[in-house]
């Protein structure tokens, strides 16, 4: 039998996902793109997860308890739906090898920079696969059991960021073709509502829960959006130096120097949200490889998956620079597809059929 979670728990699960490679190198790649204007493309790119998340709440009430792959191959067929899933396979797997390349990078030079990258593979791997066994009701407990102390902690770094404050980001100060390369190069570090269709027939989500979910995913927005505020106005033109965002706003300040490390904070709150961000895409991954290969396990999913990212890690053939490379440039392509053109197909099919 299939564990279904609560709509409390999906909104939570929503909401750390939204910070996905959003609070590290972002803010610095956004400013080279089009220097402190950054900001506007993240406005621009976080509007686009509440489209995908409006485009949910449509589908979901219209098939409360369907499975995505199922629609998609009712009205496309099971080629499509067959394609559509091995390019989600795909992006699943991208995904949690930026996420885990972008959270190695920062532990290394904040936490030990002489730790083997071997060590964070093994921890990571570890964590990820006892998650992905135990299935998605323990995974979005564990969730709900952090979600407050993490929105605590990004709040308090929020708060010791405004002693840091210098100036008032000067805006409207680079090309709009920038703007709109920023904004599509940009396009695979979001989408992570994507989730939500994956996992769509084990959410129980009636018509009074989204407000409820709204809520938890707009204060998730608020926080970005202050996040990216402070980081521009606190560092300014030398802000495509700073690629760990939230230790940097905190951290680089006369005014805490007798306090000690206060990035310990900021340490803990990434630590957390790689854990469980790499967990509910790992979840999500094993959920579209066993759609596309039904007769096969969970435990033969996994193994593959496994087997395949250690050997990804392990060949240098995807580290920490090229993940960003790709991440910016072939893989905006595939986000382009999965993140407005799949949902938007899905919903309008769905809705001439239901009127007809």
């Not at 099971?78 to 990078?105: P, V």
């Not at 709150?269 to 094993?286: E, G, H, K, P, R």
């Not at 996994?302 to 250690?310: E, G, I, T």
Request: one cysteine or more.
């Amino acid at each position: 039998m299939n564990q279904t979670i609560s709509a409390r728990q999906t909104a939570i699960l929503a909401s750390i996902l939204l910070f996905a490679n959003k609070i590290l190198v972002l803010p610095s790649l956004l400013y080279e793109i089009s220097s402190a204007d950054g900001f506007f493309i993240f406005i621009t790119l976080l509007a686009t997860e509440f489209i995908i998340l409006f485009i949910f709440f449509k589908i979901k009430t219209i098939f409360p308890r369907e499975n995505f792959y199922q629609i998609i191959k009712q009205y496309f067929g099971i080629i499509t739906a067959k394609l559509f899933y091995f390019l989600l396979i795909l992006y699943f797997f991208f995904k949690i090898l930026l996420i885990f390349n972008i959270s190695y990078m920062y532990f290394h030079i904040q936490v030990y920079i002489d730790a083997a990258y071997y060590l964070f593979l093994f921890c990571f791997l570890v964590i990820m696969t006892t998650c992905v066994f135990r299935g998605i009701r323990p995974l979005a407990r564990g969730a709900e059991f952090f979600y407050f102390l993490i929105i605590s902690c990004l709040i308090f770094i929020i708060l010791l960021s405004f002693a840091n404050y210098d100036r008032f980001p000067l805006f409207f100060d680079s090309n709009p073709a920038n703007y709109f390369k920023g904004v599509f190069n940009n396009l695979f570090c979001f989408g992570d509502m994507l989730v939500l269709f994956v996992i769509m027939d084990r959410v129980q989500l009636k018509r009074k829960d989204k407000t409820m979910f709204l809520r938890y995913v707009f204060t998730s927005a608020i926080i970005l959006l202050l996040i990216y505020f402070m980081f521009y106005s606190i560092f300014g033109q030398t802000s495509f130096i700073h690629k760990n965002a939230i230790s940097d706003i905190i951290t680089f300040s006369y005014r805490f120097i007798d306090l000690g490390r206060l990035d310990i904070i900021a340490i803990i709150t990434v630590m957390f949200l790689s854990f469980l961000q790499l967990s509910v895409y790992f979840f999500a991954f094993c959920q579209c490889f066993m759609s596309l290969f039904s007769k096969l396990s969970l435990t033969y999913t996994v193994c593959v998956f496994d087997l395949a990212f250690v050997a990804v890690v392990a060949s240098s053939v995807v580290n920490y620079l090229t993940a960003i490379n790709l991440g910016t440039t072939v893989m905006c392509y595939f986000a382009l597809v999965l993140h407005f053109v799949l949902p938007i197909l899905v919903l309008c099919f769905a809705k001439f059929r239901r009127q007809r």
